[in-house]
């Protein structure tokens, strides 16, 4: 059975940094495309990170220089370094595992950011 655990959220203040981790488990996932998602209170989920099975990943303008998003294959994890952090970054932060069958969702780590 596939599970899909986020970690690493809490409370930062506003120019502070977190490192969210998303651990999958019951199968491989290395050549799987990756995501973090995340939504704020009364929004819409709105995607912050894709990652490629090579490595290869992508960022709206956003997040773009403030978050970087990695993945250890041999591990099945995948990890969101989040730094500068604004106000506007708090939200649920959801990790997606995209397969051609279904996609996985984690349960979600909250980030809230606030002095």
């Known amino acids: 059975q596939v599970q899909v655990v986020e970690s690493g959220g809490g409370l930062v203040q506003p120019g502070g940094s977190l490192r969210l981790s998303c651990a999958a488990s019951?199968?491989?996932?290395?050549?799987?495309?990756m995501a973090w998602y995340r939504q704020a209170p009364g929004k819409q989920r709105e995607v912050v990170a894709i990652?490629?099975?090579?490595?290869?990943?992508e960022s709206p303008d956003s997040v773009k220089g403030r978050f970087s998003v990695s993945r250890d294959n041999a591990k099945n994890t995948m990890h969101l370094q989040t730094n500068g952090l604004k106000p506007e970054d708090t939200a649920v932060y959801y990790c997606?595992?995209?397969?051609?069958?279904?996609?996985?969702w984690g349960q979600g780590t909250q980030v809230t950011v606030s002095s």
């Open positions: 990652i490629n099975s090579d490595g290869r990943s």
């Open positions: 997606r595992i995209l397969t051609s069958i279904e996609d996985y």
């Open positions: 019951g199968r491989s996932f290395s050549l799987n495309t």
